[in-house]
């Protein structure tokens, strides 16, 4: 269902929220017969910002979408991916963000929805259907810090993470992201869990994400007709408390017709402020 008011455009979404449990919660997100989450499903007003001026910006919403042209043609090639597209999003980000130093991780996830032939590859992963936000104030600085050495730890006054999400098939996706206004969540609308990685043959890597209760006052927003050409950044922590700290982000099922199965990338990315 669409709706239009105000001269915004909604549709009607089922987005899945943290309910209420008696133990703290766990993802295990390549284990999910592990993961101890109690997921509630509400359907929700999403409001579509496509061609609006002035949409959202990353301080002030926590996300906002970068016109952006990659050079990479096959991001199942290992080069261009850890080479070109790593380069190419370092550019960005500095010149996104101000910062003085930006670090882009060495992992980029490629995700493929359910109805795309390619959907369980080798070294895909699936779009992520639940309300989430992959860091919490603390473990977001205690991974910013662990990135920089001692030195550089005193030089910097701030940190802040983002991840970098781009839609490559073209509107409308069948499964695309839903990110919510950091201004509409209350602190009492979070809570913290534990994400745990399972990497074969390694040790599990653990750390505390965030994870959200229903409110009715969340504002939802999605990019409509996001392309290749264009990315969608958004906050996962940000040390200075004035400005948008994080945004919650979750995939959700497209309720129109006729939409292309998703194919996207997404790679997280730290900056650092002098």
């Not at 882009?104 to 995700?111: D, K, Q, S």
């Not at 950091?182 to 074969?200: F, H, Y």
């Amino acid at each position: 269902m669409t709706s239009g008011h105000a001269g915004k455009r909604t549709i009607l979404a089922v987005l899945n929220y943290l309910g209420p449990m008696d133990e703290r919660p766990q993802n295990y997100p390549s284990d999910p017969a592990r993961t101890k989450l109690n997921l509630v499903s509400h359907c929700v007003p999403v409001e579509d910002l496509s061609g609006a001026v002035d949409a959202a910006r990353l301080d002030r919403e926590g996300f906002e979408l970068v016109g952006h042209r990659t050079s990479v043609s096959d991001f199942r090639v290992r080069d261009e991916r850890d080479q070109i597209y790593r380069k190419e999003i370092e550019e960005m980000m500095l010149a996104v963000t101000g910062a003085a130093k930006v670090v882009v991780a060495n992992g980029l996830l490629h995700r493929f929805a359910e109805r795309d032939a390619r959907f369980g590859a080798a070294g895909s992963t699936t779009p992520i259907r639940m309300i989430h936000a992959d860091y919490s104030r603390t473990s977001g600085k205690l991974a910013a810090d662990a990135l920089l050495t001692p030195e550089e730890r005193g030089r910097y006054r701030r940190s802040a993470g983002y991840s970098v999400w781009r839609a490559l098939s073209p509107p409308q996706q069948d499964v695309p992201l839903a990110v919510c206004d950091a201004r509409s969540v209350e602190e009492s609308d979070w809570i913290g869990g534990d994400v745990v990685l399972l990497p074969p043959g390694r040790s599990p890597i653990e750390w505390e994400g965030s994870f959200y209760r229903y409110n009715p006052a969340h504002r939802w927003c999605w990019f409509s007709q996001m392309n290749r050409d264009q990315a969608l950044v958004f906050k996962t922590h940000d040390t200075d408390g004035s400005l948008a700290e994080r945004a919650a982000h979750s995939a959700f099922d497209n309720p129109n017709e006729n939409c292309i199965p998703r194919e996207s990338v997404d790679i997280r990315v730290t900056a650092f402020f002098e």
